[in-house]
């Protein structure tokens, strides 16, 4: 069975750091596009960052960019998320998201194939 599951949220204070993890498990990630992706209380899910199969593409959206990394680790089969100067507004659950597109990086959710169940990161002092 297709899984990807998320981890590494939790509470920060602003300014603070977490790293987020997307594992997957049932098949490899070498060939898929992978992006992360938010949704905050009341507001639409939202792209943050992607990251190619080879991880030599990546995209962050305009509100995370010099803050926020998105890696990968093919060997573990896994994507982080560093996310440095986290803000209130970074406040949301966070989605890690799967499509077989080798070579690109994918940005829009309804491009995405399969999906994460989402931790939650909440930035507050």
């Known amino acids: 069975q297709l899984q990807l599951v998320e981890s590494g949220g939790g509470l920060v204070q602003p300014g603070g750091s977490l790293r987020l993890s997307c594992a997957a498990s049932g098949f490899t990630l070498d060939s898929y596009a992978i992006g992360w992706f938010r949704q905050a209380p009341g507001k639409e899910r939202e792209g943050v960052s992607c990251i190619s199969s080879s991880g030599g593409s990546t995209n962050y959206a305009d509100s995370v960019k010099g803050r926020f990394t998105i890696s990968r680790d093919n060997a573990k089969n896994t994507v982080y998320l560093q996310m440095n100067s986290l803000k209130s507004e970074d406040t949301a659950v966070y989605y890690c998201?799967?499509?077989?597109?080798?070579?690109?990086?994918?940005?829009?959710?309804?491009?995405?194939?399969?999906w994460g169940k989402g931790t939650l990161v909440t930035v507050s002092s």
């Open positions: 998201a799967a499509v077989f597109k080798p070579g690109i990086c994918v940005s829009d959710p309804q491009n995405m194939k399969y």
